[in-house]
């Protein structure tokens, strides 16, 4: 049997849409292979009622198929589906890295990539890789359609996750088919800074650069309370603030010092709308894990 502990992610960080991700250090899944003649999948943990056992509707399924590895598959749930902190996509991620050893196929972990991206293709409609990249590589990676670019980052980060849910393909429905050419120079200037920032582990830099006047305004619509929670996570200090992949997660980019009064803020401020959250204080961190039993 082995075992593979693999992180939640966030997608986007506004200015990078369908192009950023980063690995958090927590939540995470925790997935159990062994080899068996024909693919079975079991589920528990977070929101575990919500997720297909079937293989041909669970992305582990579609990773197994991919990899031509049959196994048994116990997928224990730390992270929230339809969360915007890439649920679906750990899952995914564990399951490539797992049955890529279970069965000695050999594949590197960018190699991984495409395969895990096959069960976002599965709930999402698409094949996007934002999330099954960083939590296959950790740190902070960056997918276009000619590979990964994977750099190590260490930036202290609050996610947010309320108690409501927002799917990725319903997310996908608001996103505008074109954007006017200012909004695309201002879009391109913050994905730079943000980058910039990565490379030298810059929270300021982050969070200035995690502005986005295309996509998110859109998003954010489908999340109650989201410009109170963000002017509260700002408020307490944040250094910038933006949805979480599709959503519901909000994700604010913090020095570590203000961590834990943003993370009060953006609690508070949901529930001051009558909506239950829980928040992370974490950090980007490392990729998948492997654990041999
Ligand atoms: N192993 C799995 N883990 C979680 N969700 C799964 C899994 N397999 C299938 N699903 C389905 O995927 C959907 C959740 O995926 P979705 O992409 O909407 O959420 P997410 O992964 O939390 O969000 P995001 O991609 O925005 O970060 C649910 O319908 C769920 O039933
Ligand atoms: N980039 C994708 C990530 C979904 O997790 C989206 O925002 O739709």
Do not use: W
């Amino acid at each position: 049997m082995l075992t593979v502990r693999a992180p939640a992610t966030s997608a986007n960080l506004g200015s990078g849409f369908d192009v950023f991700g980063v690995a958090l250090g927590t939540p995470a899944d925790v997935v159990r292979v062994e080899r068996a003649p024909e693919t079975r999948i079991t589920v528990t943990g977070a929101g575990s009622q919500y997720i297909p056992e079937d293989p041909a509707q669970n992305t582990v399924g579609a990773v197994a198929d991919a990899l031509d590895a049959p196994a048994h598959i116990k997928i224990d749930k730390g992270i929230r589906p339809a969360s915007g902190l890439g649920s679906s996509a750990a899952s995914a991620a564990a399951a490539a890295v797992a049955l890529n050893a279970l069965y000695d196929r050999g594949l590197s972990r960018a190699e991984l990539v495409p395969v895990a991206a096959e069960g976002e293709a599965l709930v999402s409609g698409e094949a996007h890789a934002d999330n099954v990249a960083p939590s296959l590589l950790g740190g902070f990676t960056v997918v276009t359609d000619d590979g990964v670019t994977q750099l190590d980052a260490s930036i202290p980060v609050v996610a947010c996750l309320p108690e409501m849910s927002v799917s990725t393909r319903d997310a996908r429905e608001v996103v505008p088919d074109s954007a006017a050419l200012e909004d695309v120079v201002d879009t391109v200037g913050n994905a730079a800074t943000l980058t910039v920032g990565m490379t030298r582990d810059d929270p300021d830099l982050v969070g200035r650069g995690m502005e986005d006047a295309i996509v998110t305004p859109e998003r954010t619509a489908l999340i109650d309370g989201y410009d109170r929670v963000r002017d509260a996570a700002l408020e307490a200090g944040a250094t910038g603030v933006t949805v979480s992949g599709a959503g519901p997660g909000i994700l604010a980019a913090c020095h570590r010092p203000d961590q834990g009064a943003i993370a009060a803020a953006m609690i508070d401020a949901f529930d001051a709308l009558g909506i239950e959250s829980r928040a992370y204080q974490t950090r980007i961190g490392e990729g998948a894990t492997l654990y041999r039993d």
